[in-house]
């Protein structure tokens, strides 16, 4: 099973394994981590489940629609490397994905 | 005071129909929202995108579903108090007496939260001292632009409020507009009349910068802005308006003593109703074992509710099972004739 890693603001890692198909966001929700509140519950219609990917994986990951960049905009302090947890589904490329979460997110 | 059989927090898709379900067991509500009109995330959040899972409705948007809905319940004359948000609940025998942020009272022996994930605020910058300019330089809308005269402006966000207000201010104030990339989300002929006006130099367009800074005493004096390099510009700024968009707060409800998981309220899957008697919750915002946030749900939970709403505002009646096909009753409150 894919393992992915989710950073708070203060450093604190923690990795889980993530079934292929479940979102980088149902993972967190489902495991408890903080820093995530995906308060839409997944329809890219609120931006806080936004985190900051990784440099090395942010090219690896699917392209960014532009419904996404859009909700970025929104997001509590977006930076170049910003995603939408939500929009990222978990498979076999992305074991080892890093995700770091703002220190908020609203 | 306004008396009614159930006050119903929140007017989305699951607020409107438990008006329905009341409706046609005769029960009285009133509905109270913190936006200015009906729909909650229906209308807020994604009045365009289509909805494929309504039982019956193939395919229909937001903003149809919320239309279709307020349709149902004309019959019931509902009252809707837009823009309030509820504060503070007591109790007085089997009535909760509920204020609201505009200080109206009502009392009813029944609550019916269906609040989604809260109530939708403007979403606020987050510098430093951005909260002690709020309403005096700082603003998230505006109710008179006439204010912003001969003023310097920042305006920040790439939307259509961001993009609507820099073209309308920029005829009578100085116009910065602010966006942290280069692709503006506004209607095309929004952004081709922004275009217009920035060669014109009549707007000053900022893209790939965030707000870094705030500067002043009193008021404002100039804001820093802050690209990815971390190249940083200073703008003479008097007022500055930000569009972020809204967020959902749930607000005074958490304090009322509602058994919470997270921001949801735990509710029994009989007639959701929370551990406090005659507050109900359903729809998004209701929390108990396998639950989905589905409208669908919310539709179910809001006539569940209804049953024991009208047993505790009718307690000497006996409450009778009924179909809208067949009822006289139930046709008679919604003004139908059937052969």
């Known amino acids: 099973m894919p393992k992915v890693t989710y950073i708070d603001s203060s450093g604190n890692k923690k990795t889980i394994d993530i079934p292929n198909g479940l979102t980088v966001m149902e993972g967190a929700i489902q495991n408890k981590i903080p820093g995530i509140d995906a308060d839409c519950g997944g329809s890219m219609a609120c931006a806080t489940c936004h985190v900051y990917v990784k440099e090395e994986w942010f090219n690896k990951l699917p392209k960014i629609e532009d419904g996404e960049q859009d909700m970025i905009d929104m997001a509590f302090e977006p930076k170049k490397n910003s995603r939408l947890s939500c929009q990222l589904v978990v498979s076999d490329e992305m074991d080892g994905l890093i995700v770091t979460t703002p220190s908020k997110q609203t | ?339």
């Open chain 2, 1 to 339: 005071m306004i008396k009614i059989d159930a006050l119903i927090v929140g007017a989305g898709p699951v607020g409107l129909f438990a008006v329905h379900q009341l409706g046609i067991k005769g029960l009285k509500s009133e509905v109270v929202d913190n936006l200015d009109k009906a729909g909650g995330q229906c209308i807020e959040l994604y009045p365009d995108k289509p909805i494929y899972d309504i039982a019956g409705i193939p395919e229909c948007t937001g903003e149809e579903l919320t239309k279709n809905l307020l349709e149902q319940i004309k019959p019931f004359k509902t009252n809707f108090h837009f823009n309030e948000r509820v504060q503070e609940i007591t109790n007085e025998g089997n009535q909760w007496i509920v204020k609201t942020s505009k200080n109206k009272v009502f009392s009813s022996p029944n609550i019916i939260i269906a609040g989604g994930v809260g109530s939708f605020e403007p979403r606020k910058l987050s510098v430093k001292d951005a909260e002690k300019y709020e309403g005096k330089n700082i603003f998230y809308s505006v109710t008179d632009k006439n204010k912003f005269s001969g003023k310097k402006i920042s305006i920040f966000g790439g939307g259509d409020s961001a993009l609507d207000w820099a073209l309308e201010l920029s005829k009578i104030s100085k116009v910065t507009l602010v966006h942290r990339r280069d692709q503006f989300r506004g209607a095309p002929h929004t952004l081709n009349e922004i275009k217009k006006l920035e060669k014109e130099g009549k707007v000053d367009i900022k893209t790939k910068y965030q707000l870094s800074s705030i500067e002043g005493d009193k008021s404002i004096k100039s804001i820093n802005i802050k690209n990815d390099d971390g190249k940083e510009i200073k703008i003479e700024t008097d007022y500055i308006l930000s569009f972020f968009g809204l967020i959902m707060k749930l607000g005074p409800i958490s304090e009322w003593g509602l058994n919470m998981d997270k921001k949801t309220i735990k509710v029994n899957t009989e007639n959701f109703e929370t551990n406090k008697k005659g507050i109900f919750a359903i729809g998004d915002i209701c929390a108990y074992p396998g639950k989905l946030k589905l409208i669908l749900s919310g539709f179910h939970e809001g006539a569940l509710a209804s049953v024991e709403c009208f047993k505790r505002a009718r307690p000497n009646e006996n409450y009778r099972f009924q179909y809208t096909t067949t009822s006289k009753d139930i046709q008679n409150i919604l003004g139908v004739k059937t052969k």
